[in-house]
């Protein structure tokens, strides 16, 4: 029971005051407005990231790293089976960037 009392004292003692009814009760709402707006909407709806690959490596020995990297990436997928990534090769960085 102590618990508790000490709890709802704590709660009067902050809000008596009206600074940390700021930091309680805005700032959390401010930063959800904030990462909703930057991490949500309908970007990725089913989790998948698009990403573009320019590849440019050559190889060592008749050894691709790259390739198998992107490989990687291609058959990553989440525990339902959707891929994470949906690659696309783009063939100079011009076209990558756009």
């Known amino acids: 029971m102590k618990v ?7 709660f009067k003692f902050l809000s008596r ?3 940390n009814l700021l930091f309680l009760i805005l700032f959390p709402i401010i930063f959800m407005v904030i990462f909703g707006s930057v991490f949500g909407g309908d970007y990725f709806d089913d989790g998948t990231f698009a ?8 190889g060592y020995n008749d050894y691709n790293l790259s390739s198998d990297f992107i490989q990687v990436l291609e058959d990553a997928e989440y525990d ?3 891929h994470m990534f949906k690659i696309t090769n783009v063939s100079d960085q011009t076209t990558g960037e756009s």
């Open 17 to 19: 005051d009206k600074k």
């Open 80 to 82: 339902n089976s959707n």
């Open 4 to 10: 508790l009392d000490l709890a709802f004292n704590n």
């Open 51 to 58: 990403v573009g690959i320019l590849n440019l490596d050559e």
